[in-house]
């Protein structure tokens, strides 16, 4: 028994490794091997004398013995990878049942036993076919720098690359006409996935999907989307014209200015600075020297209280 | 001691200053405004104010100030507790309940409330009685320092909070406050002397919140932080003296930009727009120089800031060396549209400051000169700036507006002159508003004021030359200035102030002219010229005949009489030729110059000298004259209708150089739908020197001759190779070059022609096929990549195309719209407009152009039944929270809808929404929109129209709008447009219950709705003039109601209502003993009831019963009655008295009787009564929570 267990285990781990070549024929080996060990202890079963089982029951005994035998093959596998073997042996497994406070001794005489039911071989599955790699085109040879021992070349075709390329479209009309339904395409279906997802209005009562218009949604600080230009714009307006750079970086810089109270005197000053470069350089050097009231630091309040009163 | 005795000693006094007389027999000199908190989430503001005042009189012994919705806590005279009186009529204009509804009575009531408190008058909210203790010291004239500590709680008008309702503190969520109002509406925010005309020297405080920053007039001199470090508080001192009114305020999160070319002049914006503002201001200092240099005068203020803050109550605002403006001016590098739009608005600001802010003007009849002017240098900006072509197109525009709107509405008359004070002489009775208050007038009147004041000092300048204008300006300047830098001479302070007097003085010390004709037509008398003209060539004399007629009978117009200029282009060139227009002289003969001779192949010189080759084969063989052009330099204020030949307007368009005259020939040639006009327009639509507004109107010109020419005409629709030659690709004549708008020009005409071309309609009167495949095309292909400007207002115009080719959809009986029933093209714009408007949420525009454009086209399409009405959408865009474009755009879709569809539902939503709107631009514009395209008019059958509107639409503008004059004005626009000036005819007539005892039933309905009827048309026919002519017209058939009719009208106007009264006297009609019965008969009879039947006659009972059971006013003791009577003089002023008094026995009939004093000074003690009576009521009205004002309230000794 405990050969046929052990066995079983090294099969299952067998066609594990077999599932690489072929995915689908996992799963068989799995219902294949739990419909064994459901066998296995049903007869154990009938052999300690119960005449039925409710199926959960059956089907816990079932998964600790999956478990037990799992446990005595991947213990018995590490005995045999400590002692740098590759294949477990007898006494690999004694170690583990010792190791698991399972008495060995018992075991030729249980093996033995009289009332033992013997449980038909699972019938063998079809070993399954490895299909056929398309094969196209001779495998080339090695090169003779290469040793042969070296794995064979793959397919032609999974590296072979045969350029093929249309004369590129450079009519105008074309081009344009391209364009333009592309980029309606893209806004068609941007708008209408938005509008799917959003709230809509309708200009139809009886009919909301035709012509669905996104639900207008108020903002909190309405003129800053009707304001600012959009980064889309920002990024045109970089492209065209480089000059206007300076307004760009101003944004990115942006949330320094929203910055509070006492440094924002002289964060000002250096707003002020960055825009130098528009002023002819000869006003460069006074720049720093500025005297405007609300660049002036904020003064500390006096000892006398408002004086404004007097 | 009561103002009446202060009166003579106010005409006594005379001061050093040329011809101004201040109304206050005080003098302040000195203003200190402390606003030591604000709070924003409450929307409260405290502090105090402090004036130094100079009393001139020695019997001084009340003050009044200027003072709305502030709550006063505590008033100190140096230093010691005077008591006060806070009263303002103008709260709630009509106190009676009564169910009189015509705008005639409301809006005599409302002139004579808001003279009442009229600050140029001397009067005011607030009256502050004199401490007995400070007598001695007034008498020896001794400075008076008043202090008082007000608060203001979530005000409605003065100052906006705008709090926008997210995360974060007030200063992260770019919450800001600032000043707003309609001319001097400083008292809406402190206590103040609110007049243009009286100047002082100002210190102001703002302790704000440390993240904020509080910007104010004249110069920062400190910032200190307070004691916790939490909050600072901004110094700033204004020297040059300055009015109240043009003290302003704004305190936000902003970012200040210091001018990298003035660093006197900082920028301030709200958070993360700095990029925008450094691009909209970089440009002003040109402005700047341009008028420092025409002025030769330096900018007065030794700093400017520019504030742009959102919500703003109109674009520009100038104060003293601060302006403040809309958020959404400012603009990026990329959009063209509104670069010169921002650049107008920040030149138009500028000029103000010179003309408005540092000189003032000394009363409301010479605001005219302060307008005038800084309109006027504001055009030569123009002029320097966008070229002489802009200008003169521009004043053409601002010509033919004015002419429009007086010619519509009876007149604007810029120097109106208050003598004698009776409403007979009244100059604008045509108009439904009194001219006597700017916080009467109506906004569009206003801005038409405006326009015509910068028209006429265009005509001065016509007369006198530009350079002695100009030196007229700098000497008023430099005046100004030389006065401003005295600091301790108050009296040399009236300098800074201009009157039309002392305008029209330097005018003629300078110039050495006499403008006084030109004055007296333009400025003291209302109206424009109406000129019809016709021509015929006398080929004997070789003359050239021509006949000008005026109209001057119609309202609006006034009669022509000087010199008129015409300018004839013949075949040798073009002469001027000055008329005399004289009273009956319609004819003038003008002698031509050349024969006709054209088989002489010559160049023909034009105006300007320029020599060009003509085809002269369209012209007349026997006549010389090519075109002939009437008042060409507009130095009339005219509107020309002028007959030539088609051909002649045709050369005119080609060949004239200037840009009025072309535009005025492609109005006339609509009138000639041919082909050579045909082909004079596309000429022009080609020619690249052609100026583009031309081009742009040519367009449009064309639409309307290809419609009237679609049976014979030949090609392809009109315009449409013409935009292909210019804007299409070579290779593929369908698709439209990538954008690039380098050429502003042709931007303008890219952008126009498509809309223009939508214009053209086919046989069956649809838009062709052809048209709209090329306006889809030229969506479809629009490509900006590569473009450095925006395409916004590009696309924008597009859908506005779009919306231009719907044309009414086919209905077959009455059949719903529906999706299947979809008019083909119609799905296609439906498809573009969907992709558009969703589009815009994903990646919105500048201003969001095209989301407007959409929702304007939307309703085109439900307007024309191809989409079911709804005006749901339109009310979902238009909740605040959107850009306020869109919930324009979107208010007006609702407005036009409750037009069409008569829906009282989205009407109550409309003036729900005026109502309670938070930005009070929203709120002006709807009843402006309303009033533009109201549901229904007076004399029309209307199911709105009934009592319930009319009561809501009365209140709205009684007492509803009573924070925000333009508001109000706007609400009495409205009013008038929808009931006229008399009684809405959908009300029930208070004398029903009379009549129905004279007559039956049915003969009851019928004269008094006739009558009304009449009266409508009358109003707009011939102006009556007079009340008593109309009222005495509506009821023909009861004296007795006239009677009524007569003194609820002109009630608040003592004069009228006594020379009405003196009228009655010899008026045998009338009974005589309805002139004595009414007061004693009421005491006896009906005590109890007076407002809704002053004057009645008690002879009728039922007439009486009638209103006793509607009057609902306040009750007047029987007591007071009796002490009334005796005190009289003549029954006459008994009666008046009483049926006013009666009437308004609400607390601020004290005003008007204070009004009506000049004329009546023989009531004093019998006034006194009413003060104390009044002061009670004030006792009532409001709550004083410290313990001061209560003081104010026990003080007995206000009247003694």
Redesign the interface.
């Known amino acids: 028994m405990a050969d046929t267990t052990a066995t079983a285990g090294a099969g299952s781990s067998g066609t594990r490794s077999g599932g690489k070549q072929s995915t689908n024929p996992a799963d068989n080996y799995h219902l294949a091997r739990r419909r064994t060990l459901q066998v296995v202890v049903s007869s154990l079963l009938t052999e300690a004398g119960f005449e039925s089982a409710e199926k959960a029951s059956v089907e816990t005994l079932t998964e600790m013995l999956q478990s037990y035998i799992s446990e005595i093959g991947r213990s018995a596998k590490s005995y045999c990878e400590h002692t740098a073997r590759t294949q477990p042996t007898l006494s690999d497994i004694v170690v583990t049942l010792v190791e698991m406070g399972f008495n060995v001794d018992t075991l030729p005489a249980y093996a033995k036993r009289s009332q033992r039911m013997v449980i038909t071989a699972p019938p063998v599955t079809n070993q399954p076919v490895t299909p056929k790699a398309l094969i196209a085109g001779q495998n080339r040879p090695h090169p003779p720098h290469i040793p042969s021992h070296f794995p064979e070349f793959p397919d032609p075709h999974t590296y072979i690359k045969t350029p093929t390329y249309r004369e590129p479209v450079s009519d105008y009309q074309v081009l344009r006409e391209k364009a333009a339904s592309q980029r309606r395409d893209v806004e068609r279906a941007l708008t209408r996935f938005m509008a799917k997802t959003g709230e809509t209005q309708s200009l139809f009562k009886d009919d909301v999907s035709t012509f669905p218009l996104i639900a207008a949604r108020p903002f909190t600080i309405p003129y800053l989307t009707a304001l600012l230009p959009s980064e889309l714009e920002m990024q045109q307006m970089e492209e065209t014209d480089s000059s206007e750079q300076d307004e760009q970086t101003d944004t990115e810089n942006l949330p320094l200015h929203i910055s509070t109270d006492d440094s924002g005197a002289e964060k000002e000053n250096t707003s002020v600075l960055q825009q130098n470069p528009s002023l002819p350089g000869s006003r460069n050097g006074e720049e720093n020297i500025i005297d405007n009231p609300y660049l002036r630091p904020v003064k500390k309040p006096k000892i006398r209280r408002k004086k404004s009163l007097s | 001691m009561t103002p009446t005795g202060l009166e003579p000693a106010r005409m006594n006094r005379k001061k050093g200053d040329k011809g101004f007389e201040s109304p206050r027999p005080y003098k302040l000199t000195h203003q200190?405004v402390?606003i030591n908190n604000i709070n924003f989430q409450r929307k409260s503001v405290v502090g105090f104010v402090e004036l130094t005042v100079f009393p001139t009189v020695a019997n001084l012994n009340r003050i009044k100030l200027s003072s709305k919705q502030c709550r006063i806590y505590r008033v100190r005279i140096n230093d010691l507790e005077a008591a006060f009186i806070y009263n303002d009529p103008t709260l709630e204009v009509c106190h009676n309940e009564s169910k009189q509804r015509n705008l005639n009575y409301f809006s005599n009531a409302y002139a004579a409330a808001v003279s009442a408190v009229d600050p140029d008058a001397g009067n005011g909210e607030l009256c502050i009685k004199v401490p007995s203790e400070l007598w001695k010291h007034v008498d020896e004239l001794k400075v008076l320092k008043i202090h008082i500590n007000f608060s203001l709680d979530q005000p409605k008008g003065g100052l906006h909070f705008v709090v926008?309702?997210?995360e974060g503190s007030m200063?992260?969520r770019?919450a800001h406050v600032f000043s707003c109002g309609y001319q001097n509406s400083t008292r809406f925010w402190f206590p103040c002397v609110d007049s243009y005309s009286e100047l002082c020297t100002w210190?102001l405080?703002f302790t704000v919140d440390?993240?904020m920053?509080a910007v104010s007039n004249g110069?920062?001199?400190?910032?200190?932080?307070?004691?916790d470090?939490r909050k600072?508080?901004f110094?700033y001192m204004l020297t040059i003296p300055t009015a109240a009114s043009n003290i302003s305020l704004a305190i936000g999160?902003f970012?200040?930009?210091?001018d990298?070319y003035m660093?006197?002049v900082?920028h301030f914006c709200?958070?993360?727009?700095?990029?925008?503002l450094?691009?909209t201001t970089?440009y002003l200092h040109e402005v700047f120089e341009f008028y420092e240099e025409i002025l030769t005068c330096r900018y007065p203020y030794s700093?400017f800031k520019t504030v742009f803050i959102?919500e703003a109550y109109v674009e520009v605002a100038a104060y003293a060396s601060m302006s403040i403006f809309s958020?959404?001016l400012?603009?990026?590098?990329?959009i063209i549209d509104e670069t010169p739009l921002t650049r107008r608005c920040l030149a138009q600001s500028l000029a103000q400051q010179f003309f408005g802010c540092f000189i003032s003007r000394m009363s409301w009849s010479d605001e005219w000169v302060l307008k005038g002017i800084s309109g006027y240098i504001y055009g030569l900006w123009m002029k320097k700036t966008f070229g002489v072509n802009e200008y003169r197109h521009w004043i053409k525009e601002e010509l033919d507006k004015i002419v429009a709107y007086e010619l519509k509405t009876g007149g604007v008359l810029l120097h109106p002159i208050f003598g004698g004070g009776k409403e007979k002489d009244n100059p604008a009775s045509h108009l439904h508003f009194s001219i006597k208050h700017p916080h009467t007038l109506s906004w569009e009147y206003y801005t038409m004021f405006q326009c015509k004041a910068h028209l006429v000092m265009r005509l001065i300048e016509n007369r006198i030359s530009m350079e002695f204008m100009l030196q007229v300006f700098n000497k008023l300047l430099s005046l100004a200035s030389t006065a401003s830098s005295q600091k301790f001479q108050s009296h040399m302070w009236s300098q800074m102030l201009v009157s039309t007097s002392g305008f029209l003085k330097s005018i003629s010390n300078v110039s050495g002219k006499d403008i006084q004709p030109l004055i007296k037509q333009w400025v003291d008398q209302s109206g424009v010229v109406k000129f019809y003209g016709s021509f015929a060539f006398n080929r004997k004399r070789n003359v050239l005949e021509l006949e000008i007629k005026q109209d001057y009978t119609s309202p609006g117009t006034q009669k022509y009489v000087g010199p008129l200029k015409v300018t004839v282009q013949e075949l040798d060139g073009s002469f001027n030729h000055t008329l005399q227009i004289e009273e009956n002289s319609l004819k003038h003969d003008i002698p031509c110059h050349s024969k006709s001779r054209r088989n002489k192949k010559k160049k023909i010189p034009l105006m300007n000298g320029e020599e060009v080759d003509m085809d002269l084969s369209a012209m007349d063989a026997d006549s010389p004259l090519l075109w002939i052009r009437i008042d060409p330099d507009m130095s009339v204020l005219r509107k020309v209708e002028f007959e030539q030949a088609d051909f002649m307007w045709q050369y005119q368009l080609r060949y004239e150089r200037d840009v009025v005259a072309q535009q005025e020939s492609i109005l006339a040639l609509e009138k000639f739908p041919t082909p050579a006009s045909r082909l004079a327009l596309t000429d022009i639509l080609e020619q690249e020197q052609c100026f583009y507004r031309v081009r742009m109107s040519a367009c449009f010109c064309l639409a309307k001759i290809a419609n009237s020419m679609v049976s014979t005409w030949t090609g392809p629709p009109a315009m449409k190779s013409l935009f292909t030659r210019m804007f299409c690709?070579k290779?593929?004549p369908n698709?439209v070059k990538t954008n690039n708008f380098m050429s502003f020009q042709s931007y303008f005409l890219q952008k126009t022609m498509p809309v223009a071309m939508a214009l053209l309609r086919d046989v069956h009167n649809l838009c062709p096929k052809e048209v709209l495949t090329f306006i889809l095309d030229l969506i479809?292909?629009n490509?900006?990549?590569?473009?450095?400007f925006?395409d916004n207002y590009y696309r924008a115009e597009m859908i506005d195309a779009l919306a231009n080719s719907v044309t009414p959809a086919v209905s077959v009986n009455n059949e719903v719209?529906?999706?299947d029933n979809l008019n083909p093209d119609v799905r296609l714009i439906?498809?573009e407009i969907?992709?558009f408007?969703?589009?815009e949420?994903?990646?919105?525009s500048?201003?969001?152009t095209i989301t407007v454009s959409c929702l304007r086209a939307?309703r085109v399409?439900q307007k024309n039944g191809h989409?079911?009405s709804?005006p749901?959408?339109f009310k979902?865009?238009a909740?605040?929270?959107?850009?306020?474009?869109i919930r324009i755009a979107a208010l007006e879709a609702v407005v036009d809808y409750t037009k069409v569809d008569r829906s009282y539902e989205e009407l109550q939503w409309l003036l729900n929404m005026i109502q309670n709107d938070p930005v009070p631009y929203v709120r002006h514009k709807i009843l402006n929109m309303l009033t533009k395209n109201p549901p229904f008019t007076k004399n029309m059958e209307s199911p709105l129209c009934n009592e319930a509107l009319v009561d809501q639409l009365w209140k709205l503008m009684n007492s509803g709008t009573s924070h925000d004059w333009r508001l109000r004005c706007g609400a009495v626009d409205l009013y008038f447009t929808l009931f006229g000036l008399s009684r809405p005819s959908c009300l029930p007539l208070p004398e029903l219950g009379l009549v129905l005892n004279l007559k039956e039933k049915k003969a009851v309905l019928n004269p008094t709705i006739i009558p009304e009827a009449i009266a409508g048309n009358q109003e707009t026919a011939i102006n009556p003039s007079s009340h008593a002519q109309l009222v005495g017209f509506q009821n023909p058939f009861s004296s007795s109601q006239d009677e009524e009719e007569i003194d609820m009208d002109t009630v608040h106007d003592s004069q009228a209502f006594i020379s009405h009264h003196l009228n009655m006297l010899e008026r045998p009609s009338t009974p005589g003993l309805s002139k004595y019965r009414p007061a004693s008969s009421r005491s006896a009879l009906i005590p109890q009831h007076s407002p809704g039947c002053d004057g009645t006659p008690a002879t009728k009972p039922p007439w009486s019963m009638e209103l006793a059971r509607k009057g609902t006013g306040k009750e007047q003791s029987p007591l007071e009655m009796s002490i009334l009577h005796p005190v009289a003089t003549t029954p006459l002023s008994v009666f008046s008295k009483e049926s006013t008094s009666s009437k308004h026995s609400d607390h601020h009939h004290h005003h008007h009787h204070e009004h009506k004093k000049k004329k009546k000074k023989h009531k004093h003690k019998h006034k006194h009564k009413h003060k104390h009576d009044s002061k009670e009521k004030d006792k009532e009205a409001f709550t004083f929570s410290s313990p001061a004002s209560g003081r104010s309230i026990r003080s007995p000794s206000l009247s003694d």
């Open positions: 200190v402390c926008p309702s997210v200063a992260e770019g210190k405080e440390a993240a920053v110069d920062l001199v400190e910032t200190v932080y307070t004691h470090m600072k508080t110094h999160p970012e200040i930009l210091v990298p660093h006197e900082t709200l958070p993360q727009l700095l990029p925008l450094k691009h970089s700093c959102d958020t959404n400012l603009h990026s590098a990329m690709c290779t593929c698709i479809k292909y490509d900006n990549r590569k473009n450095k925006s719209r529906t999706l439906l498809e969907t992709r408007l969703n589009m949420k994903l990646l919105p500048y201003r969001h939307i399409l989409v079911p709804d749901a959408l979902s865009y909740e605040y929270g959107h850009f306020v474009d």
